[in-house]
């Protein structure tokens, strides 16, 4: 069973920065592909960044240009730059790997996510 670790998240005013970090356990990272998510409070998860094996990367229109998506193979790690923060960027954060039929499908079991917060 994998095991997804979200971290790096916490508070931060309009226009600063983070970056978070998802490691997982079994190496699955050099075969297939991983995404970032969010879910803000009272709202459905949605989709934010996508990374190839390959290096190919994928955003949402909301965070185009702001966030920066990248793994690190024999850190087994996904990062998610996140320069640029909005309020409404405001959400727990989490990564998986989405299915090849579809983006919002994960094949992992979620991880506990962590929070970004952004005041304005």
């Known amino acids: 069973q994998v095991q997804l670790v979200e971290s790096g998240g916490g508070l931060v005013q309009a226009g600063g920065s983070l970056m978070l970090s998802c490691t997982a356990s079994g190496g699955i990272f050099s075969a297939i592909r991983m995404a970032w998510y969010r879910q803000a409070p009272g709202k459905q998860r949605e989709f934010v960044a996508v990374i190839s094996v390959a290096g190919t990367t994928h955003y949402a229109e909301s965070v185009k240009d702001r966030f920066t998506v990248s793994g690190d193979v024999t850190k087994n790690t996904v990062y998610l730059q996140m320069n640029g923060l909005k309020p409404e960027d405001t959400a727990v954060y989490f990564c998986?790997?989405?299915?090849?039929?579809?983006?919002?499908?994960?094949?992992?079991?979620w991880g506990q996510g962590t929070q970004v917060t952004v005041s304005s």
């Open positions: 998986n790997a989405p299915s090849p039929l579809s983006t919002m499908r994960p094949l992992f079991a």
